[in-house]
């Protein structure tokens, strides 16, 4: 048995700009409802031939994908054993990360961790003169 919205055709056009204008998604509102999003779909065009209105324009989704980033790694300093590469802002912003933070970077296989980390660098001793 399907689940089907029973609503008058104004109600539900009313209800449904409501929706839109208050920033809901096409698929919240669906859930809403109670119905799956298809068959909310399908209804509001029937109503909205039915009523000669246009739908109501429902906000996309707030997912957002990361655009691919291609960047070339670069040598860093004189020495030549340093590496640098740059980052999109996205990165820095999903992590955390601000202006000034330690970041440490291991592979264990196909993976590799990025975190924070606080204290000097392993390896490097301070010279005190």
Known sequence: MRKRISMPDRDFMKAAKSAAKSGQSLRSTALGAGVSLQTYKNHLMDVAMRLQE????????????????????????????????????????????????????????????????????????DDED
């Open 54 to 125: 246009a739908p109501p324009n429902f906000p996309k989704g707030r997912r957002t994908r990361m655009k691919d980033h291609i960047s070339e790694i670069r040598s860093s300093g004189q020495g030549g054993q340093g590496r640098r590469l740059a980052l999109p802002n996205e990165i820095f912003a999903v992590m955390g990360w601000d202006v000034g933070m330690k970041v440490k970077i291991k592979k264990s296989g196909k993976k590799v961790t990025l975190e924070t980390y606080e204290g000097t660098e392993s390896g490097l001793v």
